[in-house]
């Protein structure tokens, strides 16, 4: 195609057994790699680390190598893949395979011209690994996307005013979120005569358990299930209407349910993991727990309920750390990163 875009097409790999995939898949890197002046590479899943052919072939050619760990893979694959195998013996080869994939990793990062770490996880686990890395956020909003400040005013004076904390989630439902430590930490307010109201939205495969779990625990006047929300303005209009967000995951995977919370001038309420610890500032944006810490999820919602005046102080700074990390910042910072390369 015409334009700064052009798009290469790969071989189809026709099962475990095709012997001519690999030749072809290099034939047609080789070409790419050889005409261009930097080559992007990310951590690789399974079937696809041949890709890694075009990384390897640039650095051999002395191109310039921008390497990007994308997410938190080790301790995602270790939780929803490792962690759930049938077998024993599944389990062995699984963690092998995960050990492969982070030994392929840790090569391409040590000798990458660049390297873009997208997620505190993959800072923690692979910065020492790397000569030139640097640590990125990924919010996707923008400043016109933050709440506006009249409006954050208004939620703050109902809240002064003794109006219900309401408290929200947004996430797959899957056991990695913690979600029913949330839901039990409900229930413990409700025992110490706290009323709160909680709104989980999205879908998934614990969400039935998690309705069970309220149902059984009688706080289903309190805890409610809106579905899952558009990203986007859609989901950033409907967290504003709250006044405190909450996505207790219990691995280090990053959720960027938080910068959509803090775009919507929310504190962020999480359990302390090198994740959160990058984005949220405790005490000044959001609270931070210990770890899979029901008592102590609950004892920061009490806080944020009885404390309201910290609330709305919080509410404040989750809207000025939105303003100044916004996606146009951070691809900013990206490109002028990348253009020193060439200097």
Not at 18 to 38: E, G, N, T
Not at 111 to 132: E, I
Not at 308 to 319: N, V
Request: hydrophobic share 45%; net charge positive; aromatic share 6%.
């Amino acid at each position: 195609m015409k334009g700064p875009l052009r798009f290469l097409p790969l071989p189809v790999r026709k099962g475990r057994f095709d012997v001519l995939y690999a030749s072809k898949l290099q034939r047609a890197l080789r070409s790419a790699v050889q005409h261009a002046d930097l080559v992007h590479t990310s951590n690789l899943f399974g079937n696809d680390t041949a890709l890694y052919f075009a990384h390897d072939l640039a650095t051999k050619l002395r191109k310039k190598t921008l390497f990007v760990v994308a997410e938190d893979f080790c301790d995602m694959l270790g939780w929803e893949w490792v962690r759930t195998a049938p077998s024993a013996l599944q389990r062995w080869r699984r963690k092998r395979t995960l050990r492969s994939l982070d030994r392929a990793v840790r090569k391409r990062i040590a000798n990458a011209s660049l390297v873009f770490l997208h997620t505190p996880a993959a800072v923690s686990r692979y910065r020492l690994d790397a000569s030139n890395a640097y640590a990125i956020r990924q919010p996707v909003h923008e400043r016109e996307d933050v709440i506006a400040a009249e409006a954050l005013k208004e939620r703050c004076a109902a809240l002064e005013g003794g109006e219900v904390l309401r408290i929200a989630t947004a996430s797959r439902m899957q056991p990695l979120k913690g979600l029913d430590m949330l839901v039990r930490a409900i229930a413990l307010l409700r025992d110490r005569g706290v009323r709160v109201e909680l709104m989980m939205y999205g879908g998934g495969p614990q969400q039935p358990e998690l309705e069970q779990l309220a149902q059984r625990l009688q706080i289903s006047d309190r805890v409610h299930f809106g579905g899952a929300l558009a990203p986007g303005q859609e989901l950033r209009s409907t967290l504003a209407r709250h006044h405190l967000f909450s996505m207790p995951h219990l691995t280090t995977d990053f959720g960027r349910g938080f910068f959509d919370a803090i775009s919507a001038g929310l504190p962020v309420l999480a359990f302390r993991s090198a994740a959160s610890e990058d984005t949220v500032r405790d005490g000044m944006d959001g609270l931070l727990v210990p770890n899979a810490d029901v008592e102590s999820l609950a004892s920061a919602i009490e806080h944020a309920h009885l404390q309201r005046t910290t609330l709305i102080e919080m509410s404040k700074g989750a809207r000025e750390r939105a303003l100044r990390n916004t996606r146009c910042e951070w691809n900013r910072l990206r490109a002028m990163w990348i253009a020193d390369l060439f200097r």
